[in-house]
């Protein structure tokens, strides 16, 4: 009886039917790229591209912009809502 289980779990533990995963393709920093210094918070058309719909600063993960950079923009963000360019909460 013990070896019928050891055979049953055997064959039901088969890896290779599951088709391997592709790893996403690595986001580079927009910012890096353009070599940006400093992020302007008066540039709103650079800005919208980082805050979603809802007034959200858009993650690292899904923006793909490096820690230095989304740090700057995350601050020029907010300077931009708080002079008015920039809505708090989006509609």
């Known amino acids: ?6 055979n049953i ?3 039901s533990d088969d890896k290779g ?5 592709r790893a996403p ?3 580079v920093c927009a910012f890096c790229v353009e070599k940006i210094e400093a ?3 008066k540039d ?3 800005m919208r591209r980082y805050v979603t719909e809802k007034g959200k600063i858009v993650p690292r993960r899904t ?3 490096c820690a230095h950079h989304q740090r700057e923009l995350a601050t020029a963000i907010k300077r931009a ?3 008015g360019l920039l809505p708090f909460k989006g509609e």
Do not use: F, Q
């Not at 039917?17 to 995963?21: A, T, V």
């Open 81 to 83: 809502r708080i002079m």
């Open 17 to 21: 039917k599951r088709p391997m995963r």
């Open 1 to 6: 009886m013990d070896n019928k289980k050891a």
């Open 25 to 27: 393709k690595r986001k």
């Open 44 to 46: 709103l058309t650079k």
């Open 39 to 41: 992020i302007d918070y």
């Open 63 to 65: 923006s793909g912009v």
């Open 9 to 11: 779990n055997a064959e």
